[in-house]
Structures are given as C-alpha cells and as structure tokens.
C-alpha cells in the first residue's frame, strides 16, 4: 500500500500547485536540504500523468520521494531516495530494504546523493526523467 506519509503537510503535483493532505501535523516538509532541492527539480520536471509525493509511506518504510506514473491500465512507482552522509550508511540494509520496496509494488529506486543534486544536478535530473519516460510518465 503506498500513501502520503502522515508528517507531511502537502503534495506538490506536476503543475507546481499543492494538494494539501488529511492527515498532516506541524512537522517540516523534509528532513534536509538535499532533500528540500530535489523537490525543487521534481516539482515541474513532470506532465500531470507523475505526480511528486514527497515522504510517502510504502508498507513499513517512508521514502523521500515517490513519483506515481498514471497509465492507461495501471499505475508505476518511482521511488528517490536522497542520500546523505548522515544517512544509508548500511548498504545491506539498503540493498534488502530496496529489495522489500520492489516486492511492495514500487518499479523503480534511484539514489542520489547530495553531490549528484547540487553538483552533477542535470545528469542526475536526465537519469530520474529517462526512468519516469521508461515507465510511461511524461516529462515537459
């Protein structure tokens, strides 16, 4: 099951309007700045059929950012995990917690670094738009 995590105030759809969620208490938005721009690059790369969910929560796990890719028949999930220093220090945890997430639904993980987003920002922004074109998203 994939929805918006209960900490997170709002959604930001393709368009660059808000869709303001339910269930939401006074936390911030992200956790970090990493975080914080790869939802100002996600935020109007997409055509309405992605829509950017950041924190969202799939099964036991929440992720930074999952992008819903609406298709003819079914739906895919993109998931973008944005990986600081402080975090994912465990690679085999992250290998069997990724593993779970693929048995969970979710089609695809990317993982970026704080690196990639601030200083190699339109290779790593080509990598997730070729992924959400692969799955049948549009980019504009």
């Excluded at 269930?23 to 829509?51: K, P, Y």
């Excluded at 975090?87 to 048995?103: A, G, N, P, S, Y």
Aim: hydrophobic share 40%; net charge negative.
């Amino acid at each position: 099951m994939i929805r918006v995590a209960s900490a997170k105030k709002i959604v930001w759809l393709p368009d660059g309007e808000k869709e303001y969620v339910d269930d939401w208490d006074e936390t911030g938005i992200h956790e970090s700045q990493i975080e914080t721009e790869m939802d100002r690059l996600l935020r109007n790369a997409f055509e309405a059929n992605t829509v950017v969910i950041p924190q969202c929560e799939i099964g036991p796990y929440r992720v930074d950012f999952a992008l819903r890719i609406t298709r003819p028949y079914d739906m895919a999930v993109i998931v973008i995990e944005c990986d600081g220093e402080q975090f994912h220090r465990d690679f085999l945890k992250d290998i069997q917690r990724d593993k779970e997430l693929k048995r969970l639904g979710v089609h695809k993980i990317i993982r970026a670094t704080g690196s990639d987003i601030f200083s190699r920002t339109a290779e790593t922004m080509q990598r997730i738009k070729d992924a959400v074109v692969s799955y049948g998203g549009a980019i504009k």
